[in-house]
């Protein structure tokens, strides 16, 4: 299984990026999927996640009512639309993906599976 992620970028306070995250390698449909990401200094921090069926979506406090995770299995993507974005939204931002039907969404060690990592920066 490989993850490709994508759509980081620079953007203003208040703007908005999209990140994608490609699963290849296994059937998508049965992955739960997630993001998370890192800032320097800090530890590895959950910021959304999906089941398998989609109809289980979980977010950090920090980002409720700003962002949105969904899934399209057709084409074994995974989305997060960052809207109202703030300077403390910089980080790497990761996708994650795991095979198994876990209690929680929002723990790394659920995930078996990490793509390689986009940077998202927001400047003031």
């Known amino acids: 299984v490989q993850l490709q992620a994508s759509g980081g970028g620079l953007v203003q306070a208040g703007g908005s990026l999209r990140l994608s995250c490609t699963l290849s390698?296994?059937?998508?449909?049965?992955?739960?999927m997630a993001w998370f990401r890192q800032s320097p200094g800090k530890e590895r921090a959950f910021v959304a996640g999906?089941?398998?069926?989609?109809?289980?979506?979980d977010y950090a406090e920090s980002v409720k009512g700003r962002f949105t995770i969904s899934r399209d299995d057709k084409t074994n993507t995974a989305f997060l639309q960052m809207n109202s974005l703030k300077p403390e939204d910089t980080a790497v931002h990761y996708c994650?993906?795991?095979?198994?039907?876990?209690?929680?969404?929002?723990?790394?060690?659920?995930?078996?599976?990490w793509g390689q990592g986009t940077q998202v920066t927001v400047s003031s």
């Open positions: 994650a993906a795991d095979g198994n039907y876990p209690q929680t969404l929002a723990s790394p060690d659920v995930y078996a599976y």
């Open positions: 390698g296994r059937t998508y449909g049965m992955y739960c």
């Open positions: 999906i089941n398998w069926s989609g109809r289980k979506i």
